[in-house]
């Protein structure tokens, strides 16, 4: 069966610090890769998806950044970091080459930066 | 306008109730409907997954899709308190081409024991 890492669990940092957040996927190949910001009490907004290593596409302009150096790694990244990037960060895979696109999440990160 | 549309909450009901959660949308497109049931501090967990109209059952839950009105809807029966979560619905359109979910804001759901 597929299950989906994600580290670290919670993280604290202040503003103007770096950051690096990891999703690994096991039980799978070549899946379609996905980073989620939820913040309190809203939805999901989509920061990133990848359809394959090297392959990423942003959907919303910001100072954070994503790779995917392996099949089933993904790696959410900043440089300085904002208050505003304080939330709850998701990752998720789908199948690949399957329209109904249903995600399977991970357990997330809880960044706050201060 | 939202994409999506979703009834935040709090939704408060005693146990053993019937629940039900819905969602409106805006895009003609959406084939594919599903509901994710979210533990507070957790990731969403897939709970259903609907194609095109009609019912789906599993369980104490069921999916309905109404395509005509541009609505979707879950039912709970038996509600327990281990339901009390943010249930979130999603969609999509197979020709999306970016492959991503539209999901609603979430509603919160407390059963009162």
């Known amino acids: 069966s597929q299950t989906i890492h994600q580290w670290p669990a919670t993280l604290v940092q202040p503003v103007g610090s770096p950051l690096s957040l990891e999703c690994t996927v096991e039980g799978t190949s070549n899946p379609n890769l996905y980073w989620y910001r939820q913040a309190a009490g809203r939805g999901l907004q989509l920061l990133f998806y990848?359809?394959?290593?090297?392959?990423i596409s942003s959907e919303v302009p910001q100072n954070l950044s994503a790779s995917r150096p392996q099949d089933r790694q993904f790696i959410l990244s900043s440089k300085k970091l904002l208050l505003s990037d304080s939330g709850f960060y998701l990752c998720a895979w789908s199948v690949a080459g399957v329209s109904t696109d249903t995600q399977y999440f991970g357990p997330g990160t809880r960044l706050t930066v201060l | 306008q939202k994409e999506v549309e979703q009834d935040p909450g709090p939704l408060s009901v005693p146990e053993g109730a019937i629940v039900s959660l819905n969602c409106t949308y805006s895009n003609s497109a959406f084939q594919y409907f599903m509901w994710y049931r979210q533990y507070s501090r957790k990731g969403p967990e897939l709970l259903m997954y609907t194609y095109s109209s009609g019912n789906k059952e599993d369980g104490r839950f069921t999916a309905q899709v109404d395509k005509s009105s541009k609505y979707i809807s879950l039912f709970i029966r038996d509600s327990q308190p281990s339901d009390s979560a943010t249930y979130l619905c999603a969609m999509s359109a197979m020709d999306t081409g970016r492959r991503a979910l539209t999901f609603g804001s979430g509603t919160r759901l407390q059963v009162q024991p």
């Open positions: 990848s359809v394959g290593i090297g392959q």
